[in-house]
């Protein structure tokens, strides 16, 4: 009985030194050596050797991996990419400046992005990091109407052609932003929502803040339509602060849609502790209700919206001078404030307090996203800084977030908001054996945002490397050329 013991024992040790000679002498694509690897859902934090073949990890070991490229990561945090769940500028300028930032994964689900199926077109093959987008509810509810054809095609033109349709897409909503629909209409909007669902759609933008005319019972119908499909509504919501987030929690509740809240800060101001208490509490009752920060105290917005009709100043507890107009970098006069209000184009918004940011980003659940402007020199800096700022300020500097706890909140928590109706999610936002290989590298000592709002957008500094799918779109801090590993992210409904 004892020797038969000890074969068996024999047997396993000789099969186990078979395995670890394998896998030891096993090349990968890539091998990541000797970084602090941590992984947000299995609470790996250690010192690990990451391989990666045919764009995913397929090893992490103590022991040593021999690669065709061996890179010595030592001192350095090996992370899963970033994922931005609120991005505006959806081109290779702006994911340039993602890439900076860590970002491997960037979306559109906000307000979302007309004509998904030829969008999706021109960005295929072209795309630095991972990108996707929400049905453009705006823009859809335009079309109901009927009003705006030729418009509609000429905006069509344009983003078939890879223009980014930004001032078109708002000259259009300005238009009908403050009308109702019909029953008629509405009806005709749920069939053109659920074809764009087909198309790739990531969800439902509901950017209802922009668009005083949309009725309760428009937007309750399209909570309804989002709750029988299990899809999220992503909303920027009414005016009201907290009473606003409550309203949309009710219509989630009510209807079961998923629902993500947009910057929380922005929308809730002095109330954003009310909102969060609001939001949490639901989470513990078990609805799928999440929300998300950026980590500055100005916001940033096109100065022809309806956010700017009277009272305004009140709203947002500034006047005139508290707006910066991008183009130029001024701040605005009554005068000015009239001009360019005519004419069109983005300001930024200084009208948050420090402490209000300080206590949505320590809230255990809020998932930190960008809310990222398409490029501009003057732009607001979140365009490139958000996820490094984090880091410098508020895990290095003020010690209000343990380094992995802001790691989760770009990462593991972002992807499983998106893993119900887009299930590649599922395989992002880890650093796990069989997962995407989306991977950044950073200098935690080091890591800051270097955007500004006096000199623009700059790249943040201390990310090493960032890889998408395997293939290295930075390294050394530096961006690669002409490489495109970005692929496409569709929601569930995709055919």
């Known amino acids: 009985m004892k020797n038969s013991i000890h074969l068996v024992i024999a047997v396993v040790l000789w099969f186990s030194t078979l395995s670890v000679f394998a896998q030891t002498n096993t090349q990968f694509d890539i091998v990541l050596s000797g970084g602090r690897v941590i992984d947000p859902e299995t609470k790996l934090d250690a010192i690990r050797n990451v391989g990666i073949?045919?764009?995913?990890?397929?090893?992490?070991?103590?022991?040593?991996?021999?690669?065709?490229?061996?890179?010595?990561?030592?001192?350095?945090?090996?992370?899963?990419?970033?994922?931005?769940?609120?991005?505006?500028?959806m081109t290779n300028v702006e994911q340039e400046y993602q890439a900076h930032d860590g970002v491997t994964s960037a979306f559109e689900l906000e307000g979302g992005i007309p004509f998904l199926k030829e969008w999706y077109a021109t960005r295929t093959g072209k795309a630095i990091i991972n990108y996707g987008a929400s049905v453009e509810w705006p823009m859809l509810r335009v079309k109901a109407t009927g009003k705006y054809d030729k418009e509609l095609a000429q905006l069509k033109s344009a983003l078939a052609k890879g223009e980014s349709g930004d001032g078109k897409t708002w000259g259009i909503i300005g238009k009908y932003g403050y009308e109702n629909l019909n029953k008629e209409q509405t009806a005709r909007l749920l069939e053109y929502i659920s074809a764009s669902l087909d198309e790739g759609g990531i969800g439902i933008g509901i950017p209802v803040g922009y668009l005083p005319g949309a009725t309760r019972e428009e937007v309750f119908e399209i909570y309804k339509l989002a709750g029988e499909k299990k899809v999220p509504i992503i909303s920027h919501v009414r005016e009201g602060g907290a009473i606003a987030?409550?309203?949309?929690?009710?219509?989630?509740?009510?209807?079961?849609?998923?629902?993500?809240?947009?910057?929380?800060?922005?929308?809730?101001?002095?109330?954003?502790?009310?909102?969060?208490?609001?939001?949490?509490?639901?989470?513990?009752?078990?609805?799928?209700?999440?929300?998300?920060i950026y980590p500055y105290t100005a916001a940033s917005t096109s100065l022809e919206s309806a956010l700017f009709d009277e009272g305004w100043q009140d709203k947002f507890g500034i006047s005139y001078d508290g707006l910066q107009w991008v183009a130029t970098g001024e701040r605005l006069t009554?005068?000015?404030?009239?001009?360019?209000?005519?004419?069109g184009g983005v300001v930024i918004i200084h009208m948050m307090k420090p402490e209000w940011i300080k206590s949505g980003i320590s809230s255990i659940n809020t998932m930190i996203a960008?809310?990222?402007?398409?490029?501009?020199?003057?732009?607001?800096?979140r365009t490139a800084g958000t996820f490094s700022r984090v880091f410098g300020k508020y895990v290095r500097e003020e010690k209000i977030l343990s380094l992995p706890a802001a790691i989760e909140k770009m990462t593991l928590l972002p992807a499983k908001r998106l893993e119900g109706v887009a299930p590649i999610m599922r395989f992002k936002g880890r650093i796990q054996v069989g997962?995407?290989?989306?991977?950044?590298?950073?200098?935690?000592?080091?890591?800051?945002?270097?955007?500004?709002?006096?000199?623009?957008?700059?790249?943040?500094?201390?990310?090493?490397?960032?890889?998408?799918?395997?293939?290295?779109?930075?390294?050394?801090?530096?961006?690669?050329?002409?490489?495109?590993?970005?692929?496409?992210?569709?929601?569930?409904?995709?055919?």
């Open 245 to 292: 987030v409550q309203q949309a929690i009710s219509d989630a509740v009510v209807t079961n849609a998923p629902l993500h809240v947009v910057h929380i800060n922005s929308v809730t101001l002095s109330e954003i502790d009310l909102a969060i208490e609001m939001i949490n509490t639901a989470q513990k009752r078990g609805f799928d209700i999440t929300t998300e």
């Open 334 to 343: 009554k005068e000015t404030f009239i001009k360019y209000r005519k004419e």
């Open 435 to 495: 997962t995407d290989a989306d991977i950044t590298v950073f200098d935690p000592n080091k890591i800051v945002d270097k955007a500004t709002f006096e000199k623009g957008l700059a790249f943040s500094e201390g990310v090493q490397f960032v890889l998408v799918n395997g293939v290295f779109v930075l390294k050394e801090g530096k961006t690669v050329k002409d490489v495109f590993p970005g692929q496409p992210v569709y929601g569930k409904y995709k055919r």
């Open 53 to 89: 073949r045919d764009g995913r990890i397929v090893e992490i070991s103590s022991n040593s991996l021999t690669g065709k490229e061996t890179i010595d990561v030592s001192g350095l945090v090996v992370s899963p990419g970033f994922i931005d769940l609120h991005v505006h500028g």
């Open 370 to 381: 960008s809310d990222g402007m398409p490029y501009a020199k003057l732009a607001h800096p």
